[in-house]
Each structure stands twice: as C-alpha cells, then as structure tokens.
C-alpha cells in the first residue's frame, strides 16, 4: 500500500494516514529540530545532539545506532507469527540486569543514516513479518519518525509496535501520537530507591507512570483482531524480580486504579545475565539467581485479583 492513497481516518497501521495528509512529514523537522537542545526523556540533558560535542546521557548524537534487525518467526502470544524487531544502542537508563542492557553499553551499535534505517525497515517487510517492533527507541524518536516516512514512501504497511523500558519522555510520546499501532512498555522497578540501584534512575518509577498513562490516553486498552493478534492499544510487560524487587502489588493496583481496569499485562520472570550468577558478582548479590516459578505465580495472581487482562 502506498502512503500516497487518501486514507480515512483510523487506518491500520495507524501511520499511513498521517504519511498520506502530510502530518507525518510536517512533524518530522519539527522533532529533529528538538534535539539541538535535548529533553526527550526524563534525564533531561538539554544537550545539542545536532552539532554538540556531547551526545548527552544516551550517548547518541544526530544518527540513531542500530544494535539489530532480526526477524523473530514465532514472536510471542499476540504478536506471534513473525515479528521484525530493530534494536538501538544507547538509551537514558544504566539497567543491570536483562532488559538489553548491552545496547547500553558505550560503542555499541552501528550508526544508520535515515535511508538506511528505513531500508531495515522494509527489509523486515520484504522478509514477511507481521508487526514492525522499535525497541529501545525513546531517546531516537526523532531519527525513527525521519526514518518511518522515508519507508512508509517506500511501501511500508507493517503494524508499528513500540517497545520500551516505559522512561519515556511526555514530549517524545506526543510526537508518536498517531503514529504507534501497540505501545508495550516495560514497567521494571515501582520503589524510587531500587530503581536508583539497579536503573540508576531514582525518577524512574514517577517518570514510567506519565508515559504509560499517555500510551494509554493515545492507544487505549489493547483490541485483538480476529486471528489474535494485536491491532491496537497498550500491552504492558512486567518483569518480576527475586524478593518482589519490582513491586508488582502497588504496580497492578495502581495500573487497575488510574490507567485502566480492562489494562493489558504481561508477566514473566526477569532474565538475568549469566554474569550474575558468577561470584563476582557482589554488587548485587540479590540477583544471582532469576524470580521463582512461586514468586511469578504469585504475580500472576495479584495481576488476576487487580481484573487486569493477563497475557502469559
């Protein structure tokens, strides 16, 4: 499908229609303009990207870093069947355990101009994937909406999917509004002094609460097609950590409570490194062994007491 049909209002994906009336490409500028002085997640840097020397906390400048594009065939529950998923480098969070916390890490990622990074885009397409996933992209929503028109131009229909660690800046959300077909931000740490210790982001659980609720506000509660997969709407995933370190209870409440009592969620324990099950590991040592089968049956079961709709 070409970006240049007339599409009505509502059209899936959801982007085809702002590529078509030219919202898109009026908003494109506008957002890469924004990161001359950079406050496009909770860090706030306020660093030039542009011509900075400087990249700032997500140590990435005027190019987005690729870490992957892979095609995962069988996906996961509602987006099974093929899901493309492009990874980037970088990011405003210090996370230690799982969650990719590689892309973090300095010098990872390779550095893809906006004709390249579209390509991936529709190699992903061409490949035969379902949904078209952005992982880790909250810090390059500027180099990704550049990238999206250049694609969608080129034939791009996927289903966008965009995953997160959910620290995510209002203003970045609102240039994806619109634009996002299933937001699946991941809620990590609820306590302000575990997220310091392990996210080395003490605002995080305060700055994950607004972004998911503004998912929520753009996308609302996730509706299935008729085949089961995802169409629209907010898919939250939930890693449970040892100990209840991530604070499920207050998590399924509040989310039940302010965000939706029809919410979506996914539940599953934390995948940890291999390095911290090695003894030198003493940082932390509370993470050397992943959440149990009981401690993830019983955030489940909190999940089901709050009437979440509970996706495993």
């Known amino acids: 499908m070409s970006a240049s049909i007339d599409l009505p209002e509502g059209s899936y994906p959801a982007y085809l229609a702002l590529a078509a009336n030219g919202e898109l490409a009026g908003r494109v500028p506008k957002a890469l303009a924004s990161l001359s002085c950079c406050a496009g997640c909770p860090r706030g840097c306020r660093v030039d990207r542009i011509n900075g020397s400087r990249p700032g906390l997500c140590r990435t400048g005027r190019l987005a870093r690729v870490v992957s594009a892979t095609i995962d065939p069988a996906g ?13 480098a970088g990011g405003p969070l210090r996370c230690v355990f799982g969650g990719r916390a590689e892309a973090s890490q300095p010098g990872q990622g390779v550095e893809a101009a906006p004709q390249q990074l579209a390509g991936l885009m529709l190699g992903l397409q061409a490949a035969g994937c379902r949904h078209l996933n952005l992982v880790n992209a909250g810090h390059v929503v500027p180099q990704a909406l550049e990238a999206l028109l250049l694609a969608a131009r080129g034939g791009l229909c996927l289903p966008l999917v965009y995953s997160t660690s959910a620290y995510d800046g209002l203003a970045s959300l609102r240039w994806l509004d619109g634009l996002v077909d299933v937001y699946r931000p991941t809620f990590k740490i609820w306590d302000t002094r575990l997220a310091l210790r392990y996210l080395r982001a003490r605002n995080y659980p305060l700055a994950a609460r607004r972004a998911i609720r503004e998912m929520q506000r753009q996308v609302g509660d996730l509706r299935l097609d008729e085949r089961g997969l995802a169409r629209r709407g907010l898919l939250l995933r939930h890693p449970v950590l040892p100990g209840g370190a991530a604070g499920t209870r207050p998590l399924v409440r509040w989310l039940a409570g302010e965000v939706s009592p029809q919410a979506a969620i996914h539940i599953e324990a934390q995948p940890l490194p291999q390095d911290y099950q090695r003894p030198r590991n003493g940082h932390f040592p509370e993470l050397g062994s ?5 401690e993830v049956a019983r955030a489940l079961a909190q999940a089901q007491t709050a009437g979440l709709r509970v996706f495993v």
Do not use: K, Q
């Open 290 to 294: 992943p959440a149990s089968p009981a």
């Open 76 to 88: 996961e529950g509602c987006l099974r069947g093929g899901l493309g998923r492009i990874v980037f």
